[in-house]
């Protein structure tokens, strides 16, 4: 067999074959079917990262045609530059997943049959795969509701619970919505290379040679970006997040926020700048406002929660909207013919979405097995972990160093080059571009700032300090082995990601001359494989190794230098100010740390807290019981979901009426049918 | 006659170390003669850092390596800090490795791991301190970001040597709008950052009034010598900061062995000012509310976004 | 207010200059000149001072207010008063040390890194005082954790402090 890229991949989906063709032999032995499905998955995953990497290092196309599909409608596939570096994202996290789940699965077995789980996780695994390869308008949908539809088994996993149940519809309703969305997109886009008669111009090519006019494209856009939105959850179609990556097995939630929300940025890049081309500037402004607005939202929802899943949930809503400033201030420059600017954007776009799927997999895989040990996702029940799961609290310690963009980690990285390519903007034709600039730097800067002091608090609340719930705390143990390899794989590859860019952005070349005709790797590593100089030395410069190493040695002589002194270190209680009756409950919750900045940016939810004094009958100075309650809603749901929701109700129950159940009434209705199909047919 | 550039960092890191608590030393002295008393020695911060050094550590039962390594951290965060911020002169051989981005990344760390080491122990103090530090933290942050964005704009680059040569080099022309705003911004960013009045009581014993001192109270022996010389050398830094962002005249831009000898005692000058300025705003403010300083906060944010737009608008 | 800062700077300060200003004998004076000295050594011209409340009538604690005015002005010594006992040198405890306070005062004590010292400031802290053989208090620090010096006074005078710290470190370091 040829060892090309596609061979590869081929590979890969042969592999998930295997798997799916095992499945029912293996299945009686539950044990047995969860080391032997995930070890497949990782090995698919791992040729699928394979495939990837190897096509963007070239930077070749091939393209594969397939003759299933309808008849006249066969399916395309093609990989080049942009699937493969989406392939890698998407291969590169479910190896290190797969591996985890091999460990995490395990807590389910015995208590319900996780036969569904490991084929719908293959299916999913394949849908995302297929969904970045595909060519043409009808695989990308089949792909599209594949990976809808396996997922939405996979939050339904755990469906004795109401709360699961209704969380897997609302994604399935939203997923849907982007779907018809982009379906219409598409009908655009392919109805325009036609001209609306025939099926043959659904492929991807005819739509990349069409000429779009410009109200349109405007519309193939606006559809497209709706759609793509829906699924990557940029604000306000965000609400099924929050809802189904919670309830999911957290395995799955890292693969969802870590690479599903990916598929969806690769389509609007595929759609924007690879099917239409050519955009007036205001889109890319329009790009920008949405993603500046989620992820100024989206960290300060993350804030205000206390259930650890929900956190990192919003965080991802944040995230994208970084990964969308990025997309947008590619696109102004594009517009603007700034080639060079728009590979910078571009690359920090594309850095950050596999930056994300690297701490975001991390932070849920973490999050996962301290569910996994506690048995609690409310970070308010946790506390003093740090001892007991010494691992796992170091790994999601780097995720959230991760994520807060700290040096020496990837966060940093992908974060510096936005703010460069923000900086490096020349003064443009349009003042409403010179006055929105500054002000996306601006929030860019308060979203990273107060994503920091969200994981200060996850990580603080979560790991540190003492037990502050109710419960006893001696059987909460250490991750299993699987779980611990698939956590440090992550990490280190965070750890390298940001201690060596350039030899990133040399790989990625391929994809920024596709897709906006330039490259900045020569200059980007131009001073040196260490230092990382986007566009000159002189201009910016950053050396990730220089910088950790600095770091690394003053700390070594210090601690060397303290350390050959006298000078016992002795053990005492904690320093309660003398107060005898400290319990562990005054400790700061996940709640009370966030309190000073509810009271600051509150006017953005709707807030409602209530305190209550206990027994009632008792005079207010000597109360015996204090009851608090705080609820934090998103605005979102009672300014859009809820009025959706009465009017759909209210429509159907209006066209209830015409359901009597009587079949004289039916009879009349199909003979009024076939009366007017009589009459319209000549 | 030249020096070698690594001579010149060499010295700017002792500079930092040396010259840091004789900064804070300088406030405290001038702080008392405002207040009509007379002060400790000059050199009184050396004698209580020594001290420091020399005695026990006690910690608590429950304290994590977290605790114990964030101020070997803090400290190794300021003294790399200080390695890039030109004092002396413009021609350091580390300025290529971080710019101004990293610089307010570093503190960015320092702060992340003693609010971490604030929660360690699970008292109530270390976690009103920890909150409370990140949320004046997520206001200064970015406000600071952009006051440096607005300079590095001017001078055409993030990378500190380039934006102070550019600037000191600028002559009449760098009299802007967004320099000026930035100033503005700047100043009340670095009473923030450094929690001074009236952000917050450096001297304060009242622990429901403090912020940086509450996530420290758990803290002794040389780990409190190694964080409090690190606040003190967090001060230094941003004044070296301002300085070398909105008067840099006087800071060599060659290795010549004279001109670097003349910035030295220009940069001493330089800080006596400050020392004088900083402590006529201590003394002539009284702390705020918590829940004030989102306004003085805000204010500073929305000077520092004004002067990057006029940058935009006006150049 | 410039003005009041001007003033201030300006004119002479009113702080009692040390040794010679205070109002002691001249073997008294020679053992407060020791007391600089000392503080040299031991605690490298530093001295930290924590200081706990165990239940006085609040008497001696307006005398060690008093320490730290421009008159009397402790700071001028390298001497502070700090909120953490981690952080200090010195436990200066005044009053009788009632029930409720004895836990605290025994956990301040063990709260505070060595090399530490415990100084009992008042008649009350040193033998109970007033409230000597009471069933609510422990009749003097003494009882409850170990001692290194006494200021006797009922509440001694800021400058009987000084003396007595400036005594309690001559013989700790004899």
Redesign the interface.
Same mark, same amino acid.
Request: proline share 6%; charged share 10%.
């Given at each position: 067999m040829v060892l090309t890229p596609v061979s590869i991949i081929a590979s890969s989906f042969a592999v998930i074959l295997a798997l799916l063709v095992l499945t029912p032999i293996v299945s009686r032995n539950q044990r047995l079917l969860i080391i032997v499905g995930f070890s497949f998955t990782t090995i698919s995953s791992f040729l699928a990262t394979a495939a990837g990497v190897w096509t963007v290092a070239n930077g070749t196309i091939s393209q594969v045609v397939i003759p299933l599909g309808l008849p006249d409608l066969p399916f395309h596939l093609r990989l080049d530059v942009l699937s493969g570096f989406f392939l890698t994202v998407v291969g590169l996290l479910s190896t290190f997943v797969s591996l985890y789940s091999i460990g995490y699965v395990n807590g389910f077995l015995g208590r319900r049959s996780i036969t569904s789980l490991v084929v719908f996780y293959s299916l999913f695994l394949v849908g995302m795969q297929l969904v970045v390869l595909a060519d043409d308008a009808l695989f990308f949908l089949i792909a599209w509701e594949l990976m809808a539809a396996a997922s939405y088994f996979l939050v339904l996993f755990e469906d004795e619970r109401v709360e699961n149940r209704r969380a897997a519809f609302l994604y399935l309703v939203v997923a849907h919505v982007g779907a018809i969305a982009i379906l219409l997109s598409f009908g655009i886009m392919a109805g325009l290379a036609t001209g609306f008669s025939g099926f043959q111009s659904y492929t991807f090519d005819a739509m990349r040679e069409t000429e779009l006019p410009a109200g349109l494209a405007t519309a193939a856009f606006l559809l497209a970006f709706f759609g793509f939105s829906a699924k990557a959850g940029v604000i306000p179609l965000h609400v099924w997040l929050p809802e189904a990556h919670p309830v999911a097995p957290s395995n799955i939630s890292a693969l969802m926020s870590g690479v599903m929300l990916k598929t969806a940025i690769y389509g609007m890049v595929r759609v924007i700048f690879d099917l239409i081309g050519v955009f007036p500037w205001w889109w890319g402004a329009f790009v920008l406002v949405f993603g500046l607005v989620s992820a100024v939202l989206g960290v300060l929802y993350a804030l205000m929660q206390s259930d650890l899943k929900r956190l990192l949930a919003y965080s991802s809503v944040e995230n994208i909207g970084i990964i969308l400033i990025s997309i947008g201030l590619c696109m102004i420059f594009t517009s603007f013919d700034q080639s060079l600017l728009a590979a910078l954007a571009m690359i920090a776009a594309l850095y950050h979405s596999l930056n994300h799927a690297m701490f975001k997999g991390l932070l849920f895989m973490g999050a996962g097995a301290v569910l996994h040990a506690t048995h609690e996702r409310n970070m308010d029940e946790m506390? %003093?972990l740090?001892?007991f799961m010494p691992w796992t609290s170091s790994l999601f310690?780097i995720g959230c160093?991760s994520i807060?963009?700290?040096?020496p980690f990837n966060g940093?990285v992908s974060e510096?080059i936005t703010?460069?390519a923000? !900086?490096l903007s020349p003064?443009l034709s349009s003042?409403l571009l010179?006055?929105l600039?500054? !002000?996306g730097?601006?929030l860019l @800067?308060?979203t990273? @700032?107060?994503a920091? @002091?969200l994981? /200060?608090?996850a990580? %603080? /609340?979560t790991f540190?300090?003492?037990r502050r719930g109710h419960h006893a705390h001696d059987h909460v143990h250490e991750a299993d082995w699987f779980m611990r390899i698939g956590m440090v794989l992550t990490a280190v590859t965070c750890f390298g990601l940001g201690v060596f860019p350039t030899f990133l952005i040399n790989w990625m070349d391929p994809i920024t001359e596709y897709l906006v005709g330039d490259t900045i790797s020569s200059s980007a590593a131009g001073?040196g494989w260490m230092?990382l100089?986007p566009i000159s030395?002189?201009?910016?410069?950053?050396?990730a190794p /220089? #910088?950790f190493l600095?770091?690394?040695a #003053? #700390?070594a002589i210090?601690?060397l230098l303290?350390h050959t002194?006298s000078? @016992?270190?002795?053990?005492?209680? !904690?320093?309660?100010?003398?107060?005898?009756k /400290?319990t562990?409950r005054?400790?700061?919750t996940a709640t009370?740390?966030?309190?000073?900045?509810r009271?600051?940016f509150g006017f953005l939810f709707s807030i409602k807290e209530h305190v209550r004094l206990l027994p009632e009958t008792a005079h207010r100075a000597f109360p015996e019981q204090l009851q608090y309650h705080l609820r934090v809603r998103d605005r979102f749901w009672i300014w859009i979901y809820q009025p959706i929701a009465d009017a759909s109700f209210w429509v159907s129950r209006r066209i209830g009426r015409m359901q009597h159940g009587r079949i004289q009434i039916y009879l009349i209705y199909s003979f009024v049918t076939i009366i007017v199909l009589l009459i319209f047919s000549k | 006659m030249k020096i070698h550039p690594f001579l010149i960092e060499v010295a700017q890191v002792a500079l930092l170390l040396f010259l840091a608590p004789l900064f804070a030393g300088w406030v405290k002295m001038l702080k008392c003669w405002f207040q009509g008393r007379t002060s400790p020695s000059l050199l009184q911060p050396y004698r209580d850092l020594s001290k420091l050094f020399s005695k026990d550590v006690v910690l608590a039962e429950n304290a994590s390596w977290i605790f114990r390594f964030t101020p070997y951290l803090v400290f190794g965060v300021s003294v790399m800090a200080g390695s890039i911020i030109p004092t002396l002169s413009t021609d350091l051989p580390l300025s290529a490795t971080a710019d101004v981005i990293v610089l307010v990344a570093l503190f960015a760390i320092a702060r992340f791991f003693t609010a971490l080491a604030g929660m360690d122990i699970g008292t109530a103090f270390g976690g009103m301190g920890s909150s409370r530090e990140m949320t004046i933290a997520s206001l200064a942050e970015p406000a600071m970001l952009m006051a440096v964005f607005a300079v590095s704009l001017v001078g055409k680059s993030t990378s500190l040597s380039q934006m102070t040569a550019v600037i000191s080099q600028g002559g009449h022309a760098m009299l802007r709008p967004s320099l000026v705003f930035a100033l503005l911004s700047f100043i009340l960013i670095a009473l923030a950052e450094t929690g001074r009045v009236p952000v917050d009581n450096p001297d304060t014993h009242l622990e429901l009034t403090m912020i940086h001192e509450a996530m420290i109270l758990e803290y002794s022996g040389r780990h409190l010598a190694l964080i409090e010389w690190a606040g003190m050398m967090k001060l230094y830094l941003f004044v070296v900061l301002g300085i070398a962002s909105f008067f840099p005249w006087g800071i060599a831009l060659n290795d010549d062995l004279l001109v670097v000898f003349t910035a030295l005692a220009v940069l001493v000058l330089k800080l006596g000012f400050v020392g004088v300025g900083l402590v006529l705003i201590e003394t002539g403010l009284a702390k705020m509310r918590i829940f004030r300083i989102t306004e003085f906060l805000g204010s500073a944010f929305l000077f520092a976004t004004l002067g990057m737009m006029s940058y935009f608008m006006l150049e | 207010m410039l003005k009041e800062i001007l003033k201030n700077v300006f004119t002479k300060k009113k702080a009692i200059p040390f040794p010679e200003g205070f109002d002691v004998t001249p073997d008294q004076a020679a053992k407060i000149i020791d007391f600089q000295r000392k503080i040299d050594t031991i605690f490298h011209r530093s001295l930290r001072i924590r200081q706990v409340d165990a239940g006085s009538c609040n008497a001696c604690e307006w005398e060690c207010t008093a320490l730290m005015n421009p008159i009397y002005d402790l700071q001028r010594f390298g001497i502070d008063f700090v909120a953490s006992p981690r952080h200090a040198d010195l436990l200066l405890v005044t009053g009788p040390v009632s029930r409720q306070m004895e836990l605290a005062l025994r956990r301040t004590y063990s709260a505070m890194p060595e090399p530490k010292l415990v100084v009992a400031c008042g008649d009350c802290a040193i033998d109970g005082g007033i409230y000597q053989g009471s069933y609510a208090v422990t009749d003097g620090v003494g009882n409850v954790i170990p001692v290194d010096g006494c200021i006797p006074g009922c509440p001694p005078t800021p400058t009987a402090i000084l003396l007595g710290l400036s005594r309690i470190i001559h013989s700790c370091t004899k």
């Open positions: 506390g %003093g740090i001892r310690l160093l807060s963009a700290l040096p940093f510096w703010y460069q923000f !900086l003064a003042p010179n006055l600039i500054p !002000l730097a601006a @800067a308060l990273s @700032a107060l920091a @002091a994981f /200060v608090k990580f %603080g /609340v540190l300090g003492h001073f230092w100089t030395h002189e201009r910016a410069s950053y050396s /220089v #910088v600095g770091i690394f #003053v #700390v210090t601690y303290l002194r000078g @016992a270190i002795r053990r005492a209680p !904690l320093w309660d100010c003398g107060f005898e /400290v562990n005054m400790q700061y009370s740390f966030s309190m000073p900045l009271r600051i | - | -």
